[in-house]
C-alpha cells in the first residue's frame, strides 16, 4: 500500500508540477486589491464558514450590552451539542455600514466538520437561533509559503455546507511574495468551473469571484477518474499591503482591528476560505463534511500571472443531500449543567 500510495503521490506532484510549467508563461496580472473591497452585507453571523477556535460574531437588536448569553452548537452531521458563552456589547460598529449595532463574539467550539444551527439563549429565554444553512464548520487552515514546495494531507475532510458547497480554508499569513498556487484532491474527483469558485476572509467580505477577475490569475485544469479539476490560482505581492499597514498612519490599525485609524475598513487578506460548489457527475457533495482525500497544494514563487485557458470542466447543479435537518432544533436551557447555566441572567 505505501509504494503504491507512493506512486500516486509521484504521479500527481508531476501533474501538477506540469500544470504550473505550463501556465506559468510571463504575462503581467493586476495587482490591485489590500483594503479596496465592498463591504459584506447585513448578516446575523459573519463570517458563515469557520473552524474550531476560530472566533465569529452574532448580531441581533435584541442582544443587551454587558450581557451573558449561553451559546449552543448544533451540528447537523454528528448531532452533537455544544454550549459556550459570550457577552454582548454595542460599542463596535458593523463591517457592512459602518453603523454600531449589538454583537456578541464566541469562539467555534471543537465541532465536527459540516451544517450547525446556533441558537443563542438568556435565562429561560430564546434570544434567536442561526439556521444551519447559514453557518458551516470546516477544516483549520492549511498554511501555504511563498516558497516552491508541495503540501500532500491524505486524509482530509474538509465542511460541505447545506447546499452542498464544500469549504477549504488556507493561512496565508506567511506569503508576502507573489505566488502561485496549484491545488487538487486525489480520491475526490469532483469537477467546477469558473463561476463554481468564490473566495473569503474570515470577515466575510468576498476576496474573489473567479468568474469576475482577471483570467491571469487562474485556471481551472479538467481532472480525471481519480482526481479533481485542478485549481490554479495567482496571489500578487503583498509586501506594499503589509508596509502600508506597518508604516502610515492611516492605515494603522484602531483599537478594534477592524478598522483603521482614518475610519476607513480594514479587510484581512491572511486567512481565506475557498467555496466551491463542486459536482460530483450526479449533483453536488452531500452536505456534512466530504469522505476522506489526499488533498495536494503546490506553491511556486511567480511574479507575472498565469496564463492558459480558464474555464469550467462542465460542472452541474444539484442541491446538496445527506445530513439530517436540525429546523427548529434549539435545545432548552436545560441541557445545561447547573454550573454552566448559573449567572446569564436578561435583563427585566
Not at 163 to 188: E, K, P, R
Not at 263 to 278: E, L, M, P, Q
Request: with cysteine; proline share 6%; aromatic share 8%.
Amino acid at each position: 500500500m505505501r509504494g503504491k500510495g507512493s506512486c500516486m503521490n509521484r504521479w500527481v506532484t508531476l501533474v501538477l508540477l506540469g500544470i504550473l510549467g505550463a501556465l506559468g508563461t510571463p504575462h503581467v496580472a493586476d495587482a490591485g486589491c489590500g483594503c479596496a473591497k465592498p463591504p459584506p452585507f447585513r448578516a446575523a453571523i459573519r463570517p458563515s464558514v469557520a473552524w474550531p477556535t476560530e472566533t465569529i460574531t452574532l448580531f441581533n437588536d435584541n442582544l443587551v450590552n454587558g450581557v451573558t448569553y449561553n451559546v449552543r452548537f448544533r451540528s447537523s452531521v454528528a448531532h452533537s451539542v455544544v454550549w459556550t458563552k459570550g457577552t454582548a456589547d454595542n460599542t463596535h460598529k458593523d463591517l457592512a455600514d459602518g453603523q454600531v449595532r449589538p454583537r456578541l463574539t464566541v469562539a467555534v467550539p471543537p465541532l465536527p466538520p459540516g451544517p450547525c444551527r446556533i441558537t443563542i439563549w438568556g435565562q429561560n429565554l430564546k434570544a434567536f437561533s442561526i439556521d444551519d444553512q447559514d453557518f458551516t464548520v470546516t477544516a483549520p487552515p492549511i498554511v501555504l509559503h511563498q516558497f516552491g514546495e508541495t503540501i500532500d494531507q491524505p486524509g482530509y475532510q474538509a465542511g460541505v455546507g447545506r447546499d452542498g458547497t464544500v469549504y477549504l480554508a488556507f493561512d496565508l499569513s506567511q506569503v508576502s511574495d507573489a505566488t502561485s498556487f496549484y491545488g487538487a484532491a486525489i480520491g475526490l474527483p469532483v469537477a467546477f468551473g469558473a463561476g463554481d469558485v468564490i473566495m473569503y476572509n474570515d470577515q466575510g467580505f468576498t476576496m474573489q469571484m473567479l468568474a469576475a477577475t482577471s483570467p491571469n490569475q487562474f485556471s481551472i485544469t479538467a481532472g480525471d477518474t481519480v482526481m479533481s479539476d485542478v485549481l490554479g490560482y495567482w496571489r500578487h505581492e503583498f509586501a506594499t499591503y503589509k508596509q502600508q499597514h506597518q508604516q502610515l498612519h492611516d492605515f494603522a490599525l484602531d483599537q478594534d482591528p477592524n478598522w483603521h485609524m482614518d475610519g476607513t475598513y480594514h479587510v484581512n487578506h491572511d486567512k481565506i476560505v475557498v467555496a466551491i460548489s463542486a459536482s460530483t457527475g450526479g449533483g453536488h457533495l452531500a452536505r456534512g463534511v466530504t469522505p476522506p482525500f489526499e488533498l495536494v497544494v503546490v506553491s511556486a514563487a511567480n511574479t507575472t500571472g498565469i496564463t492558459g485557458i480558464s474555464g469550467s470542466s462542465g460542472a452541474t447543479g444539484g442541491a446538496g443531500g445527506g445530513a439530517d435537518d436540525t429546523s427548529g432544533d434549539d435545545g432548552s436551557l436545560g441541557e445545561l449543567p447547573g454550573a454552566l447555566g448559573a449567572g446569564t441572567l436578561l435583563p427585566k
